[in-house]
């Protein structure tokens, strides 16, 4: 009887429960914004509709760069780039290894942060997209027809590199600037006796204009403070770059109370076009150094890793001209200027207002030398005379400015978790809209460029706390997209994001999604080891090496019955997927391999290794569900003990592979 | 087709009877070896009068409705028979049943159109060519695309014309 009556008492609680507050509905404050007006009819993106926007966000601490739609927020796909990724394969194949080589060895993870697409004419153009890692200083180039890294640069004599991966406005240079001042080069010298002593790299890293390979063109040193964010200058100021900079003090203790003693740091304006020319001149030192550049050749299918040894390295004081101090409101972190590019826009995350400086009176105080005496023999700029205005008590901790092309811009505020609305030119507030939790940075796709899209804005937020389901300590870092066609903004949608969305940049889809590559074509294949047809498949013994060259086609292996395997020995499966259709992948795993599987694209060869520890008749499979007889898509390999005499056989069908007759 | 099927259905039917019908299960090594038996028996007898081996001179759907054919061209041949190794010789044999059909003589059975139709556009003929449709149903492997241009698969076409 117990057992009846409990639940029934249960359920008439539950009842009493709901009754109680089924009466007029209560919304929590900040829950209900997209509740209102027709916000789900503006992201729903019909089942075989596409999105109208890529936006690239970043995965910081995952190291890797994430790709999702917009207006939906549906995940498309997760980039490799600095970290393994044993989905994929990267960092695990033999291929894809040199990729994350670098001067202190293999390094298998990174801190990925702010990703940018190439520009043409001041606008994005979808051909490649930049990105940076912090921790162990690297620029990366992905392809946007593959979606896959083509590239990655180490920077030398750089630490924390966090003002980077920013790209000029005919793509002609990327640059990497340094946050943690360090010795240059580096040396062995007391901490305490930083000031003075350490320095500031900023790196321009020019962009082949064809198939997009960078190189160090050179290093400025700068110095030793931090360089935080930055921005190149458009149109008017298009020669120009700018930079944040924070712990001017050159504190290297206690950073939290000694880097914030300044009540102005300043934005550095460096004239790139002119030490551009310098370095073409012969100008600059090429100084000893040792980097990892790593270029992947979609040809031969690998990656390669070129220790390069200098780097031609400028001192500013040889170019007069070339560098301004701008003195900027407390610690600033963005730096962004506006489309038009007369406005540069310095977010004082420790200040009261924000300032907002005028390319325009740049020039000027330049050319009237209106100084305020120089930090190491750089020139600052009196404060009046470069200062546009400034946007008094905005609001708690800004970060970031983006813009729209309407003469707006809209900058996150991290403390009071707003992004808040204002006209650059009258320098009023327009609009606010809480976000939640804790915002970093936002992104209008193109709001960075000549020519912002002014459909979309994202925030992408570091906390989220009741936002979503609880997953246990860890929760999500969240985006929070708002339409920003109005005069008012208007939340639409959160969705959760991978790691920490640092940055993202967007881009309208049609300059891409046409020049997506479907597959690779088997007749390029320049893979050493490729199969390119089954009749080409063997298998090869090599002292205590053995090389299987192994096809892949829905749904078999050639060969699929291996034989003369040993204990003891290193085994290498290239493995080339024959397939020559669209969406066709095929995957590969050995039991006992201490590797991840293989994903192969249609057209591609991939090498993974295997070394036998047990005798017996060991499986391997597809890992990709591939066809109606995926199940059936597997193999044997045979290991006998190391002393074994048994010769190496290799069949599919009980025959040699494409033993075919003859034709 | 109607007659591939009733052929199907009758063995079938033979099959389960015997095996099936009075309810009895097979448990002695010998039962289940006499099953098998069997059914490699119906196996063998279906195989003959599988579609494979019917003729079927329909042009199929896809990009090619009329091809006009000449005197053999040796040189297309051999353009074709290394087109043919490098995109087909993981799932076909000329001589022998592999992951698909065995190709020599199937420019007997099929019309030339049928043919380039299957290679270039194997999506749609698996949906609405009859035939193609039955040999999904009997090879379960789907036809892979091999994204070849017409002039490719004319140049297989030729190689498969030099072998009948």
């Known amino acids: 009887m117990k057992l009846i009556f409990k639940p029934f008492f249960a359920i008439a609680a539950v009842s009493l429960l709901l009754a109680s507050c089924g009466g007029p509905t209560t919304k929590k404050s900040g829950n209900s914004g997209a509740l209102s007006g027709n916000a789900a009819e503006k992201v729903y993106v019909a089942p075989g509709e596409h999105d109208s926007h890529y936006a690239f966000i ?33 960092g695990y194949s033999e291929e894809t290894k040199p990729m994350l080589m670098t001067s202190h060895g ?20 979808g051909r490649w997209v930049f990105i940076n890692e912090n921790n162990t200083p690297r620029i990366a180039r992905i392809s946007l027809e593959t979606f896959e890294t083509e590239e990655i640069i180490e920077i030398p004599n750089s630490a924390g590199n966090h003002s980077s991966s920013y790209v000029t406005e005919n793509s002609e240079y990327v640059v990497a600037g340094t946050r943690f001042a360090v010795p240059f080069p580096q040396r062995d010298m007391p901490i305490n006796e930083m000031k003075g002593n350490f320095s500031g790299a900023l790196s321009f890293l020019k962009i082949d204009p064809e198939h997009g390979n960078m190189n160090i063109d050179f290093q400025i040193k700068m110095p030793g403070f931090n360089y935080d964010k930055a921005h190149p200058g458009r149109n008017a100021s298009s020669d120009w770059f700018f930079f944040t900079t924070y712990n001017t003090e050159e504190a290297h203790t206690l950073m939290e109370v000694n880097s914030s003693q300044n009540d102005k740091d300043y934005i550095a304006a460096i004239n790139w076009k002119k030490v551009s020319e310098y370095v073409a001149n012969g100008g600059g030192e090429m100084q000893a150094a040792n980097y990892a550049h790593n270029t992947w050749d979609n040809d ?16 500013p004081m040889d170019i007069p001209g070339a560098f301004y101090f701008l003195p900027t409101a407390k610690s600033p972190h963005g730096c962004d200027v506006d489309p038009s590019g007369e406005y540069i826009v310095g977010s004082g995350k420790l200040a009261a207002t924000m300032t907002i400086h005028s390319f325009s009176k740049m020039l000027k105080a330049i050319e009237d030398k209106a100084f305020d005496g120089d930090a190491y023999g750089i020139p600052i700029i009196n404060f009046e005379a470069v200062s546009y205005g400034t946007l008094d008590q905005p609001g708690l901790g800004p970060l970031h400015t983006e813009f729209d092309s309407r003469g707006n811009a809209y900058t996150t505020f991290f403390i009071s978790s707003e992004v808040v609305k204002w006209n650059i030119k009258d320098l009023k507030i327009i609009d606010r809209h809480s976000v939640y939790y804790s915002v970093g940075h936002l992104m209008i796709p193109g709001g960075n460029s000549r020519t912002p899209d002014d459909k979309y804005l994202v925030a992408m937020n570091k906390i989220t706390k009741d936002r979503y389901l609880p997953t246990g300590p860890e929760v999500c870092q969240s985006a929070q997209l708002f339409d920003i066609s109005g005069e008012k903004m208007e939340l639409l949608l959160d969705f959760p994001t991978i790691g920490e969305p640092h940055y993202a940049a967007g881009i309208a889809a049609e300059k891409i999604k046409d020049k997506s590559a479907k597959l690779f074509n088997l007749e390029d294949n320049t893979h050493p080891y490729a199969a390119k047809s089954e009749a080409e498949s063997k298998v090869v013994r090599k002292g205590n090496e053995v090389h299987i060259y192994m096809t892949m086609i829905r749904s078999h292996f050639a060969p699929d019955n291996i034989e003369g395997v040993k204990v003891g020995d290193k085994v290498f499966f290239h493995v080339t997927n024959l397939e020559q259709d669209y969406d066709v992948p095929h995957g590969i795993s050995m039991i006992g391999a201490n590797t991840s599987e293989l994903l192969i694209m249609p057209g591609r060869t991939t090498t993974f290794t295997w070394e036998p520890k047990q005798v017996g008749v060991w499986p391997f499979y597809c890992t990709d569900f591939c066809s109606a007889l995926h199940q059936e898509m597997q193999g044997y390999v045979r290991v006998s003990p190391a002393n074994s005499n048994l010769p190496i056989t290799y069949t599919l069908d009980d025959e040699v592979p494409g033993a075919e007759e003859e034709l | 087709m109607n007659t591939i099927k009733i052929s199907i259905a009758f063995f079938a039917t033979i099959f389960f009877t015997s095996c099936g019908g009075e309810e009895t299960v097979a ?27 019917t003729s079927d001179l329909s042009k199929g759907v896809g990009p090619i409705t009329s091809i006009e054919l000449g005197d053999i061209d040796e040189a297309l041949v051999e353009k074709g028979k290394e087109i043919y190794k490098g995109n087909c010789t993981a799932c076909h044999k000329m001589k022998k049943r592999f992951v698909g059909p065995s190709l020599d003589g199937i420019t007997s059975r099929r019309s030339p159109e049928w043919i380039m139709n299957m290679i270039l556009n194997p999506e749609e003929m698996v949906e609405k060519d009859e035939t193609a449709k039955a040999l999904l149903m009997e090879y379960s492997a789907p036809m892979a695309n091999q994204n070849l241009t017409e002039e490719e698969a004319r140049a297989i076409l030729e190689f498969f014309r030099s072998r009948n």
């Not at chain 2, 289940?32 to 599988?50: D, L, N, R």
């Open chain 1, 300 to 315: 031969a299918h690998q990656a390669t890793t070129v220790m390069e040894k200098e780097v031609l390295v400028v001192n």
């Open chain 1, 58 to 90: 970043s995965g910081g601490f995952s190291g890797q760069l994430s790709v999702y739609g917009l207006p939906s927020g549906r995940l498309f796909r997760v980039i490799p780039v600095f970290s393994q990724d044993p989905e994929k394969g990267y």
């Open chain 1, 106 to 125: 293999f390094i298998p993870w990174g801190d990925s942060h702010h990703p940018d697409i190439s520009q043409t004419n001041g606008s994005v153009d």
């Open chain 2, 27 to 53: 448990t002695s090594h010998d039962e289940v070896k006499a099953v098998v038996e069997q059914v490699e028996e119906v196996a063998e007898v279906v195989e003959e009068v599988a579609v494979v081996n």
